[in-house]
């Protein structure tokens, strides 16, 4: 079985600042995990991905993410945020290639000039 | 690059009827996945097929079938609607070659009245 729980539900950042969403997860087996974004009445875009690689992914728009096994985390991370970065990030898992994917509950991030 | 396609993008039913979503993979993706997001909610899995056969299976109602087609697209046939079936419906697909990641489609905004 897996879950996934992410701290803070909002999250409001000043333009320019660091975006910091948290993500913690559990799996009975080495993970797949992923960071999707959300624009308003849109679908769910793919910005970066996990696989058992390297800890540390780079994805699209200037996020990052590390995976910390010790700390069962998948911490997403962009150095300086962008009006264009508001919207609502999810974090998913999935325990093998082609299984379903499980959501947390979602950030919604608010960027304010 | 072609993306996953669903109609229609907008539903609007009275209770107890019925409903058809479509769902068209990326070319060449032999497996389709099916997903509800409640209002405010995060994505819950429905249902998955690959190559035309049912692979996994969430949390769908009875009411609600599924199939996958010879061309590889998919149809999520929904009954005796209910108000709580509300939804934005994603359907994602997945190669493969790359069969870890999901790519979604816009979703069908389903309104139950």
């Known amino acids: 079985a897996q879950s996934v729980t992410q701290l803070g539900s909002h999250v409001s950042v000043s333009e320019g600042a660091l975006v910091l969403l948290r993500c913690n997860y559990s799996?009975?087996?080495?993970?797949?995990l992923f960071w999707y974004v959300q624009y308003p009445n849109q679908g769910l875009q793919l910005l970066l991905k996990y696989t058992s690689a390297a800890t540390l992914v780079k994805g699209i728009n200037g996020f990052e993410a590390e995976f910390k096994k010790s700390e069962t985390s998948f911490h997403l991370t962009k150095p300086s945020a962008h009006m264009s970065d508001a919207a609502e990030y999810f974090c998913?898992?999935?325990?093998?290639?082609?299984?379903?994917?499980?959501f947390g509950g979602g950030t919604r991030v608010l960027v304010k000039p | 690059a072609a993306g996953v396609i669903q109609s229609p993008r907008h539903l609007i039913k009275e209770k107890r009827e019925t409903a058809t979503l479509k769902c068209y993979p990326i070319?060449?993706?032999?497996?389709v996945y099916w997903y509800q997001q409640g209002p405010g909610q995060d994505p819950q899995f429905l249902i998955s097929f690959y190559e035309k056969m049912q692979s996994d299976k969430g949390s769908i109602p009875d009411r609600f079938s599924a199939q996958q087609f010879s061309d590889y697209h998919s149809e999520l046939n929904m009954s005796s609607l209910e108000l709580g079936d509300s939804a934005l419906y994603f359907c994602?697909?997945?190669?493969?070659?790359?069969?870890?990641?999901?790519?979604f489609g816009p979703g069908t905004r389903l309104l139950v009245l």
């Open positions: 799996s009975s087996v080495p993970p797949y």
């Open positions: 994602a697909s997945s190669s493969g070659e790359n069969q870890e990641t999901q790519y």
């Open positions: 070319p060449r993706h032999d497996t």
């Open positions: 998913a898992v999935s325990l093998a290639a082609g299984n379903k994917l499980t």
